[in-house]
């Protein structure tokens, strides 16, 4: 058996045919030579190191999930670099996401009471929202019902669907897509 130390000088390609035989010291061993600069990366652009941190730590618990059925195109560097950038792309979108939902909450609690039209109108909506749903195709309809109705992230729901998180984003653009395509059919042009 190798140690810890050899397995630091091998390279990257050999390193990665470990990990994908379950080799715990090829985890280690990348996870040593990478996690800084993943770090560094990650930390540039999020707020917080403890955001930054919670990324990498995330991109490593996928590549050892996926480590058995991982098909690399480019090198690990590659791979991991990539996978830090969507990952503070994400959090990035969910924070502005759960700030433009809480200003437009704000927006609706300091205005007037509604009035009977937009009562209406709402419920309109909401009867069209509902039909839309049910009419999306059912994999579709479940990755967004998990994600917008029980709140799950994306890692969640592709673990539970054994789905890639790619995947799970795909149907979620698709869900959405439809969804707003569906409504502005029902929302009066101002």
């Given at each position: 058996?190798?140690?810890?130390?050899k397995?630091?000088?091998?390279?990257d390609?050999?390193?990665?045919?470990?990990?994908?035989?379950?080799?715990?010291?090829?985890?280690?061993?990348?996870?040593?030579?990478?996690?800084?600069?993943?770090?560094?990366?990650?930390?540039?652009?999020?707020d917080?190191?403890?955001?930054?941190?919670?990324?990498?730590?995330?991109i490593?618990?996928?590549?050892?999930?996926?480590?058995?059925?991982?098909?690399?195109?480019?090198?690990?560097?590659?791979?991991?670099?990539?996978?830090?950038?969507?990952?503070?792309?994400?959090?990035?979108?969910?924070?502005?996401k759960?700030?433009?939902?809480?200003?437009?909450?704000?927006?609706?609690?300091?205005?007037?009471?509604?009035?009977?039209?937009?009562?209406?109108?709402?419920?309109?909506?909401?009867?069209?929202?509902?039909?839309?749903?049910?009419?999306?195709?059912?994999?579709?309809?479940?990755?967004?019902?998990?994600?917008?109705?029980k709140?799950?992230?994306?890692?969640?729901?592709?673990?539970?669907?054994?789905?890639s998180?790619?995947t799970?984003?795909?149907?979620?653009?698709?869900?959405?897509?439809?969804?707003?395509?569906?409504?502005?059919?029902?929302?009066?042009?101002?």
């Amino acid at each position: 058996m190798k140690t810890l130390q050899k397995y630091k000088e091998l390279p990257d390609e050999v390193l990665v045919e470990h990990l994908r035989m379950d080799d715990k010291r090829a985890f280690t061993a990348l996870y040593e030579r990478y996690w800084e600069r993943l770090f560094h990366v990650a930390a540039q652009t999020l707020d917080s190191a403890e955001e930054a941190e919670e990324c990498v730590q995330d991109i490593f618990y996928s590549l050892w999930s996926r480590r058995e059925a991982l098909q690399l195109k480019h090198s690990i560097h590659t791979y991991l670099s990539v996978a830090v950038k969507y990952k503070v792309i994400d959090r990035l979108n969910k924070k502005h996401k759960n700030k433009q939902m809480l200003a437009e909450a704000i927006q609706f609690m300091v205005t007037d009471a509604p009035c009977a039209e937009s009562y209406l109108l709402e419920k309109e909506l909401l009867v069209k929202l509902e039909r839309t749903i049910a009419l999306l195709p059912e994999k579709c309809r479940i990755v967004y019902q998990l994600s917008r109705e029980k709140g799950r992230s994306h890692k969640q729901i592709a673990e539970e669907l054994q789905i890639s998180e790619k995947t799970v984003n795909n149907h979620l653009v698709r869900a959405l897509r439809d969804i707003k395509d569906s409504i502005t059919s029902v929302i009066p042009m101002l």
